[in-house]
């Protein structure tokens, strides 16, 4: 698989020179939808919400739509000539600075990033590889003379880069990277060298192919002393393509999707750079040949320096969410006009967005997408706020780094798991490529895994729990710790959405209400997500203290792996709802937000159906509530029915971008 | 997407004339495996264990693994070629009559089937294609004209023939099929007609390029009377790939997997054939024009013919198994070489299997993939002893079906979710096609859809139940029915397993024990089982019944769908608990004996945790009882991690079969 790049591999990059016009590409989406749709557009759009308006008007349709049967080579050219025309068209690099050409917009950048991933995902993730991680390295790890050297021809896609940090031997474990960056005082330079072949680069997007340079992980050492991960550029192919001395490159080929994007391998033989090269806004070697730190503590450089991956997380969050967006627009539209079988009694057959179990396949989908569109606004808002705010807040900074985690998980299990449900929805039509959902299913489905594995993320997630929570009541005894809890919950351990004084309101409302009223009640609904989510990481903390004092800790946590799993999953269920609960609160449209709070509710009674093993076991729902939840889940499906076509509209995705045959050419209405 | 075709898209067939030699072929796989596993694949591998052991030691391996690189064309002829060799080797044409070549052993067709599915799934479907869907018809619905005339060309692959049942309009519906099937008495012939676009023949393998003749479904008029659907053989294109006049095929092109089958459509243009391609085993046209068939009742003809699916279906519910099975290989091989994160106090990194989130991945996707290897052994068994049965017994016919469409719905569900998980369980590595985990997943995703959607299937499974049901208590009120049900229940409206008194026992022994010592007692889990398919079908018959006294019927039994597809999941996970603790019963080996009963609580134990809001719900569980059957779980997963090698071993794929570069070049361990 892997070999050294020789000539006949070459492949020159398309003539450089920066924005191209659109000329000689189609129209963009006509994209007529029904006012509803238009109210829940604007209801879900968020802070960017004129960015999107703006892509879906001009975004020509044939630049979102891949042809499923290009041979990989095709798909790579196609892939990266769309997106020069997007990059051309301005949705590629908003968060760089103003002074290299960019807006100086992080939030935006996750847009562009969210608005390339409604077309084809190799170019989004291609994007996502110059824009987000290579170029995101040189801007956040840079300093101005990496700035002043590459910003402006990185924007411009003049060089193409790719982000060399995984290695085969450690995929989530990057604090384990062998690749060595050692500082030679007598050349003044960094020397690169891959160890063995455990420490190979894997998996790299760009570096079978299109790259020119790459931000090289790997522990930097200045004489005897290691000073932990460092990231140095590091030039792996001249012009015409050709990989330069001491650097082989591989080719991963054939992948489960993402034909268009050229992952491939890299290897170091004591390649040299110039000590410059080093990327050292967080540590570096004076002119003097010692190492240097604005950060003493080298853990908290090190995540310091992860932490520039929080943009990258936020993306994949918003393409998996788009992903499960996508596919309910095509799966809920072919439903109400698709029949098959007739009812006795009945005109015709019956279409099948109007069998039961066919509505609670794609109605609580839907409600979940929404939910997650509101969550991702928020968060994209967040990350914008912190990085324009004039100091730096490093608790808001870690917060947003977690729930960044936990976001990614959420939204591409959703995002993953939706897709294939409405492949199988559409029956014999979904499988073939033509229809949609088959290339967009394969693409999307590494998301669950890069990026940070999703398992290990939400371990992340609980860990910064558990963080908060030891911060809190690590003097506390077990008693103590509990009753103390039980006072401040709401306000520290676990911190609040937007939304803290409607929440509270909402709460304390619902705590005067009868049982009979409930189960429609927004108060009672949050009250239920914090209740959960609380008795989970309470009773987790009780049990990795009491394990800890006799086991040893890694035993301790693993053995309750899947108690620390299931109270990331419920924080991550109650942040959602909350910012699906303030983003309806500000929804200015009656009948929209009508239709908001009804998926609300089949998003909260969805979640409570599905965990009712775990409320019963609590005594937190009886019986009784369980079975009325479930006949109260059929009935919203019932209720949202006849505005499926709306709901999906307000998704945002012009039917055109769908990609779909069988919704232009319904050939199989008799 | 369809056209007629023309010459230029014409594909001869490669050269015809029988078996070929399997020279120029490499060596089959070495596959030495531990005792244990040995053991294991005896317990497990059935009545045909004899044909899987020859297989293994017989098929070359490279015949098993296709270049998942290949275009669409390449993949095409690389899967015929591949069929052809298998066919000359044995494995596909067992079930046909030993006159004309076959071994007249339905069982082992199956078996053929699943074996071919162990290698690449093309050549599996494209094997189902030729000798179960279009050989099958012709044998099953054909007389002795279309055996003498066809039977022996098409188990040689001198003739290739396609399958045309499924109607673009018509998925799952086969009684509303359009295509018209009109006798014409002047001519003495049948003319084959698609009076619209709907009526379209879609999905089927083969008429995309490699088929010659036809078997098309439809609506069979004798005069002014339609007799409902039948079939008849159509030539489709000459010998040279040209399609005959008023033929129009089509080409699906790219699909979400199988790229080697050459799936399409076929359109007809009042296409004369003889009357005597009608295939008239259960209803034709006599020699004097008028009709004629053995069963009068049209509805049970109609059903009657579709009973010549449920091979198929029992094939596809193998195949399904097996991409588990073969998923699962990998991936626990993987787990138990591949380290990532050092962990305190551990020497070196932690191997991904010591995980528990991974041993609860894992693990008890093995333990279910036991349970239907049991399950479908006795499927298989069953088919092989109605077909040697001196006489037809139609209600063991009905009940074979009913459980073909469960296994298969159960089976396909579990095979595409295991290889995601797998896929996932991998990370990166998982994600390259030559790691052997994406084209696998991607092949086996339309068995949740094809061969019977499974949400379909499992309706009928349900009616099977409710009709058995509504036979016995057809005649009592509510309060009777339910008094009666609770006597005659293990004896009559649920039959039972091959496993009866064996079963019976275990319950009754239950029935003495304390609370504290049931958690392993198998006779508990029967019963906890039994009880939950009992409740669910008691509950829904009262709950129909109910409604369409006032409702119509369709609405009642609409509003019910959940519950309805309730019932036939708990349905199935019952028959096939109680083919494993049979299958427990007649293993000889006390080792092997020991792991498949831990196997056997971790299957049962992990469907109760699942289903645990159901049984508190139902107050069968407490929630002490609740908390403890997680712990169970756990502690199973732990237990039987020590010997997770052996157990894949057991599930009888030869490492060499799996395709998975990451397991023969490991350059990712440090």
């Known amino acids: 698989m892997t070999s050294t790049t020789t000539p006949d591999q070459t492949h020159p990059l398309p003539e450089a020179g920066g924005p191209r016009p659109v000329e000689g590409h189609g129209d963009p989406a006509t994209d007529r939808i029904s006012p509803l749709g238009q109210a829940l557009r604007e209801a879900t759009g968020g802070r960017w919400q004129h960015v999107r308006e703006a892509a879906r008007a001009e975004l020509p349709v044939d630049l979102m739509l891949r042809d499923p049967a290009l041979s990989i080579e095709a798909a790579r050219d196609w892939t990266l000539e769309t997106l020069q025309v997007i990059n051309a068209l301005g949705y590629s690099a908003s968060g760089y600075p103003k002074e290299y050409g960019g807006l100086d917009d992080e939030g935006r950048s996750t847009v562009d990033f969210e608005l390339a991933a409604h077309g084809d995902l190799s170019v989004a993730i291609k994007s996502g590889v110059q824009f987000g991680l290579f170029g995101g390295a040189v801007s956040a790890l840079g300093t101005q003379w990496h700035h002043d050297r590459y910003l402006r021809d990185l924007i411009e896609m003049r060089l193409l880069g790719c982000y060399a940090m995984t290695e085969i031997g450690h995929g989530s474990d990057v604090a384990s990277l062998e690749t060595t960056l050692t500082f030679d005082p007598g050349g003044d330079e960094i020397v690169v060298h891959s160890p063995g072949p455990s420490a190979r680069k894997a998996y790299i997007g760009g570096a079978a192919r299109d790259a020119r340079i790459a931000v090289v992980y790997g522990q930097l050492w200045v004489g005897e002393d290691c000073h932990g991960v460092h990231a140095v550029l590091v030039p792996i192919r001249d012009e015409s393509g050709v990989a330069l001395p001491g650097v082989t490159t591989g080719d991963h080929g054939a992948k489960g999707g993402l034909a268009g994007v050229d992952n491939g391998t890299l290897m170091f033989d004591r390649v040299r750079v110039p000590r410059e090269m080093l990327l050292n806004r967080y540590g570096g070697v004076r002119d003097d040949g010692v190492y240097e730190s604005p950060i003493d503590n080298p853990n908290r450089r090190f995540f310091t320096m992860l932490g520039t991956l929080v943009r990258g997380r936020i993306s994949i969050a918003s393409g998996g969410a788009v992903v499960a967006r996508k596919a309910l627009s095509i799966a809920t539209r072919y439903a109400v006009a698709r029949r098959q079988f007739s009812a006795p009694g009945h005109d015709g057959e019956v279409l099948l967005i109007d069998y039961l179990a066919h509505q609670r396949k794609l109605l609580p989908a839907i409600a979940t997408s929404y939910a997650l569109m509101f969550a991702q606004n928020e968060l994209t808002e967040r990350l914008q706020d912190l990085h324009e705010a004039p100091e730096k807040d490093q608790e808001a900074q870690r917060e947003l780094e977690t729930r960044a985690a936990g976001m990614k998980a959420m939204a591409t299990r959703h995002g993953n798991d939706t897709a ?67 006072r401040s919950f709401g306000g520290a351990v676990i911190e609040r959405t937007a939304a803290r004084p409607l929440i509270n309101r909402l709460v304390a409302a619902a705590a005067r209400r009868s049982e009979d009223e409930e189960l429609l009640d927004r108060g009672w609904h949050l009250a239920m997500f914090e209740d959960r989510e609380r008795h989970v990481l309470e009773t987790l903390a009780g049990r990795l203290r009491k394990a800890s004092k006799g086991e040893d800790s890694f035993e301790a946590f693993n053995s309750a792996q899947d108690h620390v799993l299931l109270a990331a999953r419920t924080h991550m269920d109650r942040v959602i709802l909350e910012a699906f609960v303030a983003g309806i609160e500000a929804c200015s449209d009656p009948v929209a937000q009508d239709r908001l709070e009804r998926l609300c509710d089949l998003y909260v009674l969805c979640s409570l159906e599905a965990d009712s093993g775990w409320f019963q076991q609590h005594n937190r729902m009886s019986a009784t509530r369980a079975k009325a939840i479930t006949a109260q889940v059929n009935e919203l499906c019932r209720a949202l029915r006849p505005d499926a076509i709306a709901l999906v509209e307000g998704m945002g995705i012009p039917e055109e971008w769908l990609g779909s045959t069988m919704l232009v050419e319904p050939s199989w209405t008799a």
């Open 420 to 486: 294939q449900m409405c492949r199988e929805a559409c029956g014999g039509a979904g499988y073939l490529a033509e229809n949609g959902l088959t290339v967009l299913r394969q693409d999307a489905d590494v998301f669950a895994t890069f990026e940070g594995d999703n398992t290990v993320l939400l371990q992340l997630v609980a860990k910064g729990l558990l963080t908060n929570y030891k911060e809190m009541f690590g003097d506390l005894d077990m008693l103590g710790m509990v009753q103390f809890a039980a």
